[in-house]
């Protein structure tokens, strides 16, 4: 006797980027007109402006939060208000292009321990990349991904370990509201930088299975986040060394530091001697972050200046 399909809801964020949101909105439902394909669509307005207009649907739900809580806390909202076996999360701005309940509820009732399983996004350029990465090491945070990246691929998986596990980008996603549960949700303590990544590394450490399905795909352009790129480099590195040292990547703390501040300290002087090229207006933004890395790397960049982070 085969066990029914796990129930399936939707989950979406929004701050200030209504438009987006109505669309995402709009492709669920048209993809999706059945209740028994998707139960509930829950839309968590995090006190932006302009909230959305959603169309009349006895399964939406909009919420609105009181105060701007994040995304992180906005996340954590969202599937309190749901009460569906599988919950597919998408950004504001994380389209669906095909339909994905009858896929994702297959993966997930045909492996009980399946915890998060991730889209393929897309874009204008139309290449295709996985909402997914390895779990990422220590040795790759101190040199820098870039580094990586420009290494043959059997040089680059050896030196980070192959076959490392999935950990899994929320901005098109399914979990398993049990798996959920089971590690109290989304951390509150990272911001939306690596929030994910936590989360989906804690389900793997819980004993549940990441994964990522080639049929679920969706249009995400991504690059949506109101900020400068310096103060997201700043952020980058807050949240990754809370990440590796939550999940007991950083076996030596001191030496870890001694590795980031020598990068540091040579990016920072490449940086200042392009600074005093004709194309300085380029590169001082840069080098303005990187002594801030300097500075803050032994305090595990924690800084008391608001307008860095």
Not at 85 to 112: G, M, T, Y
Not at 156 to 175: D, E, K, T
Request: proline share 7%; glycine share 4%.
């Amino acid at each position: 006797m085969h066990s029914p399909l796990p129930t399936l809801g939707v989950l979406i964020t929004n701050y200030q980027a209504r438009a987006q949101t109505e669309e995402t909105v709009a492709a669920i439902v048209s993809l999706h007109p059945s209740p028994s394909d998707v139960t509930q669509i829950v839309v968590v307005d995090d006190a932006s402006d302009s909230p959305p207009s959603l169309p009349e649907d006895s399964r939406i739900t909009l919420h609105l939060n009181p105060t701007n809580l994040g995304y992180v806390r906005s996340v954590n909202v969202g599937m309190r208000l749901l009460s569906t076996d599988i919950v597919v999360v998408f950004d504001c701005d994380a389209r669906p292009l095909r339909p994905f309940s009858q896929e994702v509820s297959d993966r997930f009732a045909e492996n009980p321990k399946l915890g998060v399983l991730a889209f393929i996004q897309t874009d204008n350029t139309s290449r295709l990349r996985a909402a997914a990465e390895p779990t990422p090491t220590l040795s790759e945070f101190i040199v820098g991904p870039a580094f990586f990246s420009r290494l043959p691929p059997l040089f680059r998986q050896w030196l980070l370990l192959g076959n490392r596990p999935l950990c899994i980008h929320s901005c098109c996603m399914a979990v398993r509201t049990s798996a959920f549960k089971s590690v109290n949700g989304f951390d509150e303590t990272f911001d939306f930088l690596d929030a994910d990544m936590d989360f989906s590394w804690s389900v793997l450490e819980k004993g549940w299975h990441n994964a990522v399905d080639d049929r679920l795909l969706c249009f995400h352009p991504g690059g949506g986040s109101p900020q400068s790129t310096g103060k997201r480099v700043l952020r980058h590195h807050q949240n990754r060394w809370r990440l590796l040292s939550k999940h007991h990547q950083i076996k030596s703390p001191r030496l870890a530091k001694a590795g980031l501040f020598t990068r540091h300290l040579f990016e920072t002087l490449s940086l200042a001697l392009l600074s005093i090229t004709p194309f300085r207006s380029r590169f001082l933004p840069k080098l303005k972050t990187r002594v801030t890395l300097l500075q803050t790397v032994g305090t595990e960049y924690q800084t008391t200046d608001s307008s860095c982070l």
